[in-house]
């Protein structure tokens, strides 16, 4: 080997030997990039991206690096989970980056969010081992602060679920009688007028006449003949059967001086073969199958009847059992029964609750919209009413929206031992669980409310504080509230947000401040200030949050704030 080749195979050990017995260089900020940054929280976490590209010639060959990403604020830090990479002459299982070429590694960082990250560093810490040494490097700040406006989401805000009353003002009630008719004939027998259930109509519609609370809506008479014989003599006989029953019943009404009575209307079948139908499959007739096929094959009635004679075994069981039970007149009272007056509910459920249905309860409390005295209506609903549920539920609604969560869960708690198959007790126990922070109790306990109302917002909350943005719009849908805004302003749909907030019935302090965001993000600087303004004065306590708020950096907020 000459001498000059001998040279340079000398100065290639001296090289190789110098890469792995250097110390490592300080790493600069530029071999890093941060995505996103500012970092965001999501759900409730602040998750982050770190990608280091190092460059060629600086990443010692036996060298091993631990990296350990902190969030610097307030006089404290936190740390996500350390990530290690080597050089080529480590062996270990971490990525590799070559001294030659060097290389890119991706580094997670997630820490859980507190409000005071909004300021705060991004800082890399570095732990080398090269051989038996250990050393520390300089931190490398990488980012800088927490975009918070994810954490805006308040489960406090839902409503939690009704359970509904059931009153009606108006109930209909109707009550019926039949006279029934022999064969061929269509004249009313005396002993017809003098059965139980005649007996029973005329005292419910004398009584109607003499009750302000009540009122006859209607008479109804509707005459049937019975599917047997000619289609002409049938209709012959029931035309008969309705005028005769419909003088009875005027006469009747005369006699018992009942003037008002709605209208009195009437109508007739010839032949009824719905109840001949009917009565043959309730029937305990051996061969009602094959009656009833033949109902089903044929559809003129008078090919029907012939058919059914020719069924000469049946035909005699049909004339005793279901022929004459469709020969009859059935008279209807339809009445409405006019409940209390808001006023009058109102002014019992406040001096003598007792004195009220449930349902009539329930309602009181839908006619005012003060909390408390919605809670005094429900409170005393549960007193009088302890075994319905909806009085217990309805109350830990109002306990809820005084957050007040103890009694609220208490309330919600007897509601679901008592409810059955109702599910508003489920989804308001979800919420509390929400609020609490146990987040898959809350799921699960929604998913026992399903068909509940205000479970679309409750699931919506519980998507954004999970972190999945996009579910929680979907479920928010087209609700109106500050929650559903929030939803669309971190899926960037800008446009419906604004419509949302535009469209909250009672705007609060967070309504403006979102609005506010919506400026800051599409570059709408009045429409930043005015809304921030208006969300300052409804809560002074707004303008510190704002100073903080990356969501405004950049923006002159003087005119706001003074």
Not at 15 to 42: D, H, I, Q
Not at 77 to 99: C, D, H, L, M, W
Not at 281 to 294: T, Y
Request: aromatic share 8%; hydrophobic share 40%; with cysteine.
């Amino acid at each position: 080997m000459n001498r000059k080749l001998c040279f340079i195979v000398a100065l290639g050990a001296v090289m190789a030997l110098s890469s792995c017995g250097k110390k490592l260089g300080r790493f600069a900020p530029e071999y890093f990039t941060v995505n996103p940054n500012p970092l965001e929280v999501v759900g409730q976490n602040v998750p982050a991206q770190i990608t280091a590209k190092i460059p060629a010639k600086f990443f010692v060959r036996n060298a091993e690096v631990t990296v350990t990403p902190y969030l610097v604020f307030n006089g404290t830090e936190v740390a996500s989970q350390s990530y290690t990479f080597q050089g080529e002459k480590v062996r270990g299982n971490a990525p590799v980056i070559a001294y030659e070429y060097g290389g890119t590694v991706n580094i997670p960082a997630n820490f859980t969010y507190t409000p005071d990250m909004r300021r705060s560093e991004l800082e890399l810490a570095f732990t080398v081992r090269q051989g038996k040494k250990q050393y520390v490097l300089p931190r490398v700040q990488v980012a800088d602060g927490v975009v918070a406006t994810a954490a805006m989401a308040d489960a406090a805000t839902v409503n939690p679920a009704l359970a509904p009353d059931a009153f009606q003002r108006i109930i209909n009630e109707k009550y019926a009688a039949d006279i029934m008719f022999l064969i061929n004939q269509a004249n009313i027998r005396a002993g017809q007028l003098n059965t139980d259930a005649m007996q029973e109509l005329r005292k419910e519609i004398l009584a109607t006449a003499g009750d302000t609370a009540r009122v006859l809506e209607e008479l109804n008479i509707q005459s049937y003949a019975s599917p047997d014989g000619g289609i002409d003599i049938n209709t012959r006989l029931a035309e008969q059967r309705e005028q005769n029953t419909q003088n009875y019943l005027q006469g009747q009404l005369k006699k018992d001086k009942i003037t008002e009575f709605g209208e009195l209307t009437a109508q007739f079948t010839a032949e009824d073969w719905e109840g001949f139908q009917r009565l043959v499959s309730q029937s305990n007739i051996q061969d009602k199958d094959l009656i009833l096929s033949v109902l089903s094959m044929y559809k003129d009635p008078e090919q029907r009847e012939k058919e059914i004679r020719n069924l000469s075994n049946v035909f005699e069981q049909l004339a005793d059992q279901i022929l004459p039970q469709l020969r009859y007149s059935r008279i209807t009272a339809s009445v409405n029964v006019i409940g209390k007056s808001d006023q009058e509910i109102a002014r019992l459920a406040a001096t003598d609750p007792a004195h009220l249905s449930v349902d009539e309860l329930l309602y009181a409390a839908t006619l005012t919209d003060d909390n408390a005295k919605r809670m005094q209506i429900y409170n005393s609903a549960t007193k009088a009413y302890p075994n319905d549920y909806r009085t217990w539920n309805d109350l830990g609604m109002t306990q809820y929206i005084a957050r007040d969560y103890r009694a609220a869960k208490a309330s919600f708690q007897k509601a679901a031992s008592l409810a059955g198959a109702g599910s508003e007790p489920q989804m308001n126990l979800g919420l509390i669980e929400l609020l609490d922070g146990n987040y898959a109790k809350a799921n699960s306990l929604f998913g026992s409310a399903a068909g509940v109302n205000e479970l679309n917002d409750a699931l919506g909350v519980y998507y954004l504080k999970t972190g999945d943005n996009a579910a929680a719009a979907r479920a928010f849908g087209d609700s109106k509230s500050n929650n559903a805004a929030l939803a669309q302003i971190l899926t960037h749909n800008y446009a419906k947000a604004k419509q949302t907030l535009a469209g909250i019935n009672t705007p609060d302090a967070t309504t403006y401040y979102l609005m506010a965001i919506l400026g800051a993000r599409t570059n709408n600087e009045q429409m930043l200030n005015t809304n921030l303004r208006q969300a300052i004065r409804l809560d002074s306590k707004l303008a510190a949050a704002a100073r903080q708020d990356l969501e405004f950096k950049g923006f002159n907020l003087s005119r706001a704030l003074n």
